[in-house]
């Protein structure tokens, strides 16, 4: 299943070659396969806080990644 990427709004996270494109996830922890799309009507806009894309289970991008109309940003 494709999921188009999240907004990339943390220019300074570095993508290993491990590393799930989607949502940035080392390859090992990547469950965008098994990420299922909801169809949502209104927007949802997901502020992630600056810390959170350094932690192993942030779960600010696969929030994102789940709704077809969301923004994330940090």
Request: glycine share 2%; aromatic share 4%.
């Amino acid at each position: 299943m494709y999921i188009p990427p999240v907004y990339m709004t943390n220019l300074n996270q570095k993508l290993s070659p491990d590393s799930c494109t989607n949502c940035l996830k080392r390859k090992q922890l990547c469950v965008c396969d098994a990420v299922v799309r909801i169809s949502n009507k209104h927007c949802v806009f997901i502020l992630q806080h600056p810390q959170e894309p350094d932690q192993t289970l942030g779960s600010a991008k696969l929030a994102a990644l789940c709704l077809e109309n969301a923004q994330l940003r940090v």
